[in-house]
C-alpha cells in the first residue's frame, strides 16, 4: 500500500478522533459507524466546496482500540479538489468534524514530507499480544483508478536498451 500511496500527489492530511465509546475497538458494528461519519464528513466538505465526492481520491485508515481513544488518519490527494484553496478545504472539514465527533488536525499536505506521511499512514497495528491486525481502509474508487493508473504507467515502462542488456548479461542462469 505504501507504493502505491507514494504515487500519489496528496493535498491534505488529517487526523480525527471520535468522541464516543462505541466506536472504540475492533468490532464490525464499530467499524461500520466510523465508516459512515468518515464518508459524511466526505459528503459534507463536497457539498460546501461544490465538489463531486466520485471524483475525490482518498485514502483513510482508522486505528485504536479499548484502551486507546479510536482516531482515524487520512490523506486527501489533488485529485478531485479542482483547485480548491487547500487552507480553506482544511477548515471546512476541521470545522465539521470538531462541532460533531471529537478532535480534528486536518492541514496541506507537506509534498517535502511525502515518505514520512505516507509510511505513517500505511504503517501496521498490533494487539495487546503482539499480532498484526488487519487494518480497515478507506479508499475511494477515484483513488483505485489513480493506482490503476499509476501501474499501467509502470507496466509500460521500458528500459533503455544498453541497461536492458547489461541486465539480461548479468542474470541471466
Not at 80 to 95: F, I, N, S, V
Not at 96 to 103: A, F, I, M, P, V
Not at 138 to 153: G, P, T, V
Request: charged share 30%; aromatic share 12%.
Amino acid at each position: 500500500m505504501g507504493y502505491n500511496l507514494a504515487k500519489i500527489d496528496w493535498a491534505l492530511i488529517g487526523h480525527l478522533t471520535i468522541d464516543d465509546d462505541f466506536t472504540a475497538g475492533y468490532s464490525e458494528a464499530a467499524e461500520q459507524v466510523r465508516r459512515e461519519l468518515f464518508y459524511r464528513l466526505i459528503g459534507h466538505t463536497c457539498g460546501c466546496l461544490k465538489l463531486r465526492p466520485r471524483n475525490l481520491a482518498f485514502y483513510a485508515k482508522p486505528e485504536g482500540d479499548k484502551i486507546k481513544r479510536c482516531h482515524i488518519h487520512f490523506l486527501i490527494a489533488r485529485h478531485g479538489t479542482k483547485g480548491r484553496p487547500l487552507e480553506l478545504m482544511a477548515a471546512t472539514m476541521q470545522d465539521y468534524w470538531s462541532k460533531r465527533h471529537g478532535l480534528a488536525k486536518i492541514e496541506p499536505f507537506d509534498a517535502k514530507r511525502q515518505w514520512q506521511g505516507v509510511a505513517y499512514q500505511s504503517k501496521f497495528e498490533f494487539d495487546s499480544n503482539g499480532n498484526r491486525l488487519e487494518p480497515y481502509e478507506y479508499k475511494s474508487e477515484a483513488l483505485k483508478a489513480l493506482f490503476r493508473k499509476n501501474a499501467d504507467a509502470d507496466s509500460n515502462f521500458k528500459l533503455p536498451p544498453m541497461l536492458n542488456r547489461i541486465l539480461a548479461d548479468n542474470f541471466m542462469a
